[in-house]
């Protein structure tokens, strides 16, 4: 029987770099941008043949910035993947874009590419949160590039928040929730501002970093609003909890919300350690029980990948992981959503109870309020949730 798969590709290219972001992204002109699909098209046709035995159940080309391909360069990579890996007929095929660079031939290309889903990128609705974050469209670009989707049919849409921001309140992130859910998206993931090391917000709200460029030195001091304070952070998080949960979005992950039965089945690969495989800069994978990343270098892995290599060599370095991290990564990841971890699994796979293995932990936290055992499954409470890298942590052995 054909094993399941998932597989992400990543595209790091973005108009301009947003001033909290540190995912593997850069700006890039056109004919690298070429040269690098090129590379990603050797690299999965190089691959394919270890993965005959498997049947991709979701496909993710995420960033950066996918949209700003072309519709051709989104034709071939999708017809390259669908030649060389056996994707599922009921697949669910995500494509990230972001506002200010959807167009009506690219989402044609989408498409006829099988793409249906589409995650866009939104983060505010208030320009001036928008501007200060460095990113490059309006609330107006992005209702025209919302609009444009479902013209096109796509049925299937998730929108990216993002609370706790510089000089948001309560009042304007609510706001931002009423006009998102106003627009009835099928999903929606709301994230936190978190202050990554090495960003131009980091040096300007979280300490020291390293310097940023000119323009992004610019834009940050311009942007000299205060985060909100600790109190607030926690209003928005639990008004983002109420306020989705009346709208009809079922929180299933920490951040992640859906109407019925549209969860995003990609990511709980993620989440439950399912199968997965990333082609691209910096891309992921864990098959088989061992995790490996692409090299994060644009000219290395530009150089690896010029030519298709024949399925001579898999892209893969580092061990098995043990069966400690195998258990590690089940609980703090199984935790992250609200159906939690199952007794009977965690046994099916490990051959011991979970109470043996962390009975002390799941004791004091269930003592504590911020986990519950019902039904066969540990999952975080509600107050978990609020505490939930501290509680996850726990489950490191
Ligand atoms: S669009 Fe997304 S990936 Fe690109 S710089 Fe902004 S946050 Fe990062």
Redesign the pocket.
């Known amino acids: 029987m054909e094993k399941k798969l998932g597989i992400y590709m990543h595209i790091p290219f ?1 108009a ?3 001033l ?2 540190d ?1 593997l ?1 850069m700006p890039a002109p056109r004919p690298l941008q070429a040269a690098y699909v090129r590379a990603l098209r050797n690299e999965m046709e190089s691959q394919a043949s270890f993965y005959r035995g498997y049947r991709a159940e979701t496909v993710f080309l995420g ?3 996918p949209s700003l391909l072309s519709a051709a360069e989104i034709r071939a990579l999708f017809s390259c993947l669908h030649d060389c890996y056996r994707i599922a007929g009921d697949a669910e095929i995500t494509m990230e874009m ?1 506002p200010g660079t959807v167009t009506g031939e690219m989402l044609a290309a989408c498409q006829s590419a099988g793409v249906n889903r589409i995650s866009l ?1 939104l983060q505010s609705a208030q320009d001036e949160e928008l501007r200060r974050l ?3 469209h309006t609330w107006e670009m992005f209702l025209q590039s919302y609009r444009l989707c479902r013209a096109y049919g796509f049925d299937n849409i998730n929108i990216d928040l993002m609370s706790a921001l510089p000089g948001q309140t309560l009042a304007s992130w609510r706001d931002t929730l009423e006009k998102t859910t106003a627009l009835t998206p099928e999903h929606i993931s709301a994230y936190s501002l978190i202050l990554e090391e090495g960003t131009p917000f980091y040096e300007t709200y979280g300490g020291e970093s390293t310097p940023a460029g000119s323009y992004e030195r610019e834009n940050t001091e311009r942007a000299g609003d205060a985060l909100p304070d600790e109190d607030t952070e926690r209003d928005m998080d639990d008004l983002t909890k109420r306020f989705l949960a009346e709208r009809g979005y079922a929180r299933y992950e920490i951040s992640n919300y859906a109407r019925k039965g549209k969860k995003c089945r990609h990511n709980c690969i993620y989440w439950t350690r399912g199968e997965y495989v990333g082609f691209g800069l910096g891309a992921a994978s864990l098959v088989a029980e061992k995790r490996w990343s692409n090299k994060r270098e644009m000219q290395a892995y530009l150089h690896r990948w010029e030519n298709p290599d024949g399925g001579q060599g898999r892209e893969e370095s580092g061990q098995r992981l043990s069966r400690k991290e195998q258990m590690e990564e089940t609980m703090y990841l199984g935790l992250r959503m609200t159906q939690g971890v199952s007794l009977v699994d965690f046994r099916r796979t490990f051959g011991c109870e979970m109470e043996e293995i962390y009975g002390e932990v799941l004791k004091r936290y269930t003592a504590m309020g911020l986990l519950r055992c019902a039904d066969g499954r540990v999952s975080l409470t509600d107050r978990g949730i609020e505490v939930s890298n501290y509680v996850l942590a726990d489950f490191l052995l």
């Open positions: 973005c301009r770099k947003c909290y972001c995912f992204s960033g950066g910035t972001n990128g460095g990113r490059i």
